[in-house]
């Protein structure tokens, strides 16, 4: 009985303290509370990876190095110079990949996302561009395409990346990134 009692009376005592002590001690709960969950961005889930110019992939990778980094459940088309994937999204929403190899080396990437609507492709385009614009620079913008250029050496002299809102050409949302490498 009396430990009952020597129990109550701590918890009582330790509460009273905590309590009595004033605004000057902080309170975890209240911090938990403060901290911000990280917001759903479509361009990292889209892009996978930090490293290369997109999903991983580099300019001169082989077709075994891009097989490795995409899921062969989803690939559509296979060719010594083209690679296909098509990837299904919640809601009739998907997208595809194309990979085109030259000597067995890649030198071009195609990405096209179709989404349920224009609004859906305007925010992810924004999301997009500070992705890439955060990776690569500002870039530039011409007639509705955001273009980055791109590290390609030693493989190639120079390459670009392109970001473009085509929904308004297609009627429904629409997002295309393409990558190109020149010798």
Not at 147 to 176: C, H, M, Q, R, T
Request: glycine residues 6%.
């Amino acid at each position: 009985m009396q430990r009952k009692h020597l129990s109550a009376a701590l918890v009582a005592t330790s509460l009273f303290f905590v309590f009595s002590c004033g605004e000057n001690v902080p309170n975890p709960l209240l911090k938990l509370k403060k901290e911000k969950k990280k917001e759903f961005s479509g361009a990292e889930y889209l892009a996978k990876d930090t490293i290369g110019f997109f999903r991983g992939a580099e300019f001169g990778d082989e077709i075994g190095t891009i097989q490795q980094m995409e899921d062969d459940s989803f690939l559509v088309f296979q060719s010594p110079v083209l690679l296909k994937y098509e990837y299904t999204l919640p809601k009739e929403r998907r997208y595809q990949i194309e990979y085109t190899f030259k000597k067995n080396k890649l030198s071009s990437f195609k990405f096209d996302i179709f989404l349920a609507d224009e609004t859906e492709a305007e925010t992810l385009t924004k999301d997009l561009k500070n992705w890439f614009s955060k990776k690569n620079g500002d870039g530039v913008s011409d007639m509705g395409i955001q273009a980055w250029p791109i590290d390609a050496k030693p493989n190639y002299e120079e390459a670009y990346l392109e970001l473009k809102d085509e929904s308004a050409e297609f009627g429904y949302g629409k997002v295309n990134i393409t990558a190109y490498a020149i010798r």
